[in-house]
């Protein structure tokens, strides 16, 4: 598990070539593990409710692992609930996921401190843990916000997985809709608050996704290589 911290400059090379795009990109980009991966193109968001339930487990063990088998990187915010189990379900499967943060990427900041250890099994499968934010920047509740719109801007299409009428994920979406990205919604039950949202979401023109083959549908076409990327700058360990 690698502790080095590395930095792009939004003037950069390496840069997320999507991110260049969207409104109030961030000046620089923080990382620990495999930078590479933000030149897949095969990049799905995936993310939810805090309060994921058995529904949300579910959903996640039916569509995720073929989908990652076939080289899809999962996207999301290491957050409690849908963002720890679309993470997890990487992990399981020894296959590299990114992490986009609301803290600074070192051991101190990550936050919830409960998935401290998934973060560095995270790494140790070849995965990414970035953010906007400095090494020793602790969470605050505008962070989040913020940081959706780099979950949304640096992959090919959004997953929302269980998500109530005021949520975070729905943020998500919009931004990924205002960008012209593909916007996919988990159809859940009429009288389960958590799924008003991504029902809301497929009412108003969201993909309705019930297989793994739904979403492999999307990335059909889209290439499973990578190009190469170096590290820009290392500016620190933890």
Do not use: W
């Not at 939810?48 to 692992?65: A, F």
């Not at 940081?147 to 949520?167: C, D, E």
């Not at 889209?222 to 190009?227: A, F, S, V």
């Amino acid at each position: 598990m690698s502790s080095d911290i590395g930095v792009i400059p939004q003037a950069d090379s390496t840069y997320p070539r999507l991110l260049q795009h969207i409104h109030n990109p961030p000046s620089q980009l923080y990382y620990r593990g495999n930078i590479s991966l933000l030149n897949n193109p095969r990049l799905l968001a995936v993310i939810g409710s805090r309060k994921g339930t058995s529904y949300g487990r579910e959903v996640i063990q039916k569509l995720l692992p073929s989908c990652i088998e076939s080289g899809i990187v999962i996207v999301s915010g290491l957050a409690y609930g849908i963002d720890t189990l679309a993470h997890r379900a990487c992990v399981e499967l020894k296959a590299s996921t990114i992490a986009v943060l609301g803290t600074g990427v070192d051991d101190s900041s990550i936050y919830p401190r409960e998935n401290l250890q998934l973060a560095h099994e995270i790494l140790q499968y070849g995965g990414l843990i970035i953010s906007e934010y400095k090494p020793g920047t602790p969470p605050h509740p505008s962070h989040f916000p913020a940081r959706n719109r780099i979950i949304a801007g640096i992959t090919s299409a959004t997953l929302v997985i269980q998500a109530a009428l005021r949520s975070g994920s729905l943020i998500t979406a919009r931004l990924a809709m205002e960008s012209n990205q593909e916007v996919l919604a988990v159809p859940g039950p009429i009288t389960d608050s958590t799924s008003e949202g991504a029902n809301m979401l497929i009412r108003d023109g969201a993909t309705p996704i019930v297989s793994a083959a739904d979403i492999l549908s999307i990335f059909e076409g889209i290439p499973t290589q990578m190009q190469g990327t170096q590290k820009t700058l290392l500016i620190e360990k933890t």
